[in-house]
């Protein structure tokens, strides 16, 4: 039955979600990275609007993320006409899944980074600062490595949330199969259709064993880290 | 050889403070909440302060950020980073070009006595292995001088009497400038060369210890327990259970101290520990009688008088009461007894 159920069409959206997965985090975390940064450490004027921007993702249903989305990068959108100067297309587009994705995964990862920054002990900071580190020697040997769980669990809450995102993808790239019909797609596509109850079965447990197999990954790596640093 | 000037409101603290000492220990003291670490923290520069002064040997650091400086902090809870070796810790400083020679990393690692720990991790340490590494990795960032901001106050007196000879030793052997912060009479007495007493964000003492803690008029500033003669002295026989001490001006008898003869010993003798009389008393127990000049006397706004009493060069003082004073009738340049129990000698003051 599975031979049946694993077409071209379903490895294709697998693929695909674990493309859009990884390269929204991947990009993601930095930025992540660099606006928990501002919020923990910095003081300015705009600080309280960053911080609700970041998090409207969080608050808006998705399919209304997805049309802001298509307002601001469609063919005719502010973003959408600049770029495609650049001849860069992203709705409809794998690539815009992973815009879509990256978006609805980035206020996760910007609250677990928030979290583990906000746990760095600043007196080591000014340690290392008497030693004659300057500010970006102090964040490669000692701010980054204190965080490391805290990265391995935005990374991981990223890459499940990208995998999962449905809303917002399916209305800024819509399903089109083997080109972005991601997986979450893939099952509603399936759902729509009578007697494809046991090839959505079969993809139900393909999308718990890569969510949970990401979260096993990153308990692994960190609890590796705490033992190294042990 | 060490300037600094540090002018600046932190809050409800109006901090004023301004001193120049020859090198060796210079050490802040006063009550918590009178400035003192806020000081510290501007000479190196955490704390930010525009108007401030700090000349090291001639040099001005004022203007640099605190990672040009080059001033070891030893902090109070000594901030070892966790996610390091001890020995990493120790060359952090050397990552940023900032490395001693090889032999000043072999010698500081042998005078700390950190060797055994290197390949520990610093939660594998006690208290007091900690604040050792601390100060090694200060030390090995080969610093124009070193701050170290109450570095004992977190250990317990057992462990406190274990670290102080290094630091003894640090003041000796090497001719780094070193800026410490406390509020402990004990530390001051065996640590000091130069002692800035600080209330309320103002110096309000300064000068060579020996002078200050005896200085009638510093007593209250400095308060009764931490009052007291220091005395620079040199074992010359140990008899029994005592040792037998000379100083500038005399002799004493004390429990025997664990320092060789013919060694260097400053101990301390706290003002209130001192009894004073106007002729040379006969048949008393106590060991200690010295002649000498009253030089000074302070009445204060307690029932305590502070006399001074010069004993041939060294300076004495003692706190007796108000009544007492007056009944023996006490004033400058009179000759007078100063009289101290040997067992009234703290061991934890005694030091090299």
Known sequence: MTADVLTPEVWGAIRLSLWVAFWSTLIGLPLALGVAHLLVRKRFW?????????????????????????????RRGVFGDMLAWLDITLAFR????VLAAGIMAFPLMVRALRIALEAVDTGLEEAARTLGAGRWAIWRTITLPMMVPGILAAAMLGFA???????????????????????????????????????VVVLVVISIILSVGALAASELLASWWRRRNA | MLEVSVAQHLGSLDLNVSFQSLGGVTVLF??????????????????????????????????????????????????????MSVAQNLDYGARFGRAGAAATRTHIIDLLNIGPLLGRAPRNLSGGEKQRVAIGRALLSDPNLLCMDEPLASLDAPRRAQILPYLERLRDETDIPILYVSHDA????????????????RVVQSGAVEEV?????????????????VLNARVTAHEGDLSEL????????????????????????????????????????????????????????GP??????RVGETPILARITKSSAQALGLETGMTAYAILKATAFDPAGVGT
């Not at chain 1, 809303?167 to 800024?172: E, H, L, Q, V």
């Not at chain 2, 670490?37 to 640099?64: E, F, N």
């Not at chain 2, 003798?269 to 010295?290: F, H, R």
């Open chain 2, 246 to 301: 000379a100083f500038p001006g005399g002799l004493l008898r004390l429990p025997r101290v664990a320092v060789a003869v013919n060694e260097s010993i400053r101990l301390r003798i706290a003002a209130q520990d001192v009894i004073i009389a106007t002729e040379e008393p006969k048949g008393i127990s106590a060991l200690n009688v010295l002649k000498g000049q009253i030089e000074a006397l302070h009445f204060g706004q």
């Open chain 2, 186 to 201: 004990t530390e001051v007495a065996r640590l000091a060369t130069t002692l800035v007493v600080i209330k309320d964000g």
């Open chain 1, 94 to 97: 794998p690539a815009g899944a």
């Open chain 2, 213 to 229: 803690l005896s200085d009638p008029v510093a007593l209250p500033d400095l308060g009764v327990r931490a009052a007291g003669a």
């Open chain 2, 304 to 309: 305590g008088v502070a006399v001074r009493l």
């Open chain 2, 30 to 83: 006063g009550a918590s909440g009178a400035g003192k670490t806020s000081v510290l923290r501007a000479v190196s520069g955490l704390l930010p302060s525009p108007d401030m002064t700090l000349r090291v040997r001639g040099q001005d650091l004022s203007r640099l950020p605190p990672e040009q400086r080059r001033i070891g902090y030893v902090f109070q809870d000594a901030r070892l980073f966790p996610h």
């Open chain 1, 161 to 199: 949330k990208a995998m999962g995102e449905f809303g917002a993808t399916i209305t800024f790239v819509g399903n089109t199969p083997l080109e972005t019909q991601t997986l979450p797609s893939a099952i509603y596509a399936l759902l729509q259709v009578p007697g494809q109850e046991g090839a």
């Open chain 1, 46 to 74: 705009g600080r309280p609007i960053l911080d609700a921007l970041v998090h409207v993702p969080l608050v808006l249903p998705p399919v209304v993320t997805g049309y802001l989305l298509l307002v601001l990068f469609g």
